[in-house]
T-cell receptor, first 110, second 113 residues
């Protein structure tokens, strides 16, 4: 069964550094999402992406964040200058109807 | 999107049916009821969705009341691997163009041997 994959599974970075989280969506899906979950908190929507542009973003998704689909398979989330409060699980999802989630990347900012 | 209310926790004996309730009294006519679950810190997993009629798939059944103000997710024979947080989400339309999923706190289901 096709699934969404994410790399790396765990990323440790220093505050102020840039990180790129990678996702490979399900191959025939056209809609892509990023969500995050701070430890012990709810899953929160960050951004949705369709047809090579952002279709919706939350208030969390500020200028420090960007998304890109650099080729036909990858979908990336970049955080330009990480803060301690960016530490969270980041989930990618893709959809052709229902949203299917990847296993997540645990980002730890020190 | 309409708000949902779920009990914070429930438990169930292994092999028995788990019935997870959800209230969505402000649901509007074009909003679907979706159920997802999250096992430990894994990514949320889609379970089932419905609009008006009851639905069944290989994972679960979804019973929606006639007035659509509440629903119940049924896991017919719960196993230990069904221990997870279950989220009831109401979302406009079925198509992906209609955006984000709003996750609440969900119901922590614990299945005990």
């Amino acid at each position: 069964e096709p699934e969404v994959t994410q790399t790396p599974s765990h990323q440790v970075t220093q505050m102020g550094q840039e990180v790129i989280l990678r996702c490979v969506p399900i191959s025939n899906h056209l809609y892509f999402y990023w969500y995050r979950q701070i430890l012990g908190q709810k899953v929160e929507f960050l951004v949705s992406f369709y047809n090579n542009e952002i279709s919706e973003k939350s208030e969390i998704f500020d200028d420090q964040f960007s998304v890109e689909r650099p080729d036909g398979s990858n979908f990336t989330l970049k955080i330009r200058s990480t803060k301690l409060e960016d530490s969270a699980m980041y989930f990618c999802a893709s959809s052709a109807g229902e949203q299917f989630f990847g296993p997540g990347t645990r980002l730890t900012v020190l | 999107d309409a708000k949902t209310t779920q009990p914070p926790s429930m438990d169930c004996a292994e092999g028995r049916a788990a019935n997870l309730p959800c209230n969505h009294s402000t649901i509007s006519g074009n909003e679907y009821v979706y159920w997802y679950r999250q096992i430990h810190s894994q990514g949320p997993q889609y379970i089932i969705h419905g609009l008006k009629n009851n639905e069944t798939n290989e994972m679960a059944s979804l019973i929606i009341t006639e007035d659509r103000k509440s629903s119940t997710l049924i896991l017919p024979h719960a196993t230990l691997r069904d221990t997870a947080v279950y989220y009831c989400i109401v979302k406009k339309g079925r198509g992906s163009t209609l955006g984000r999923l709003y996750f609440g706190r969900g119901t922590q289901l614990t299945v005990w041997p």
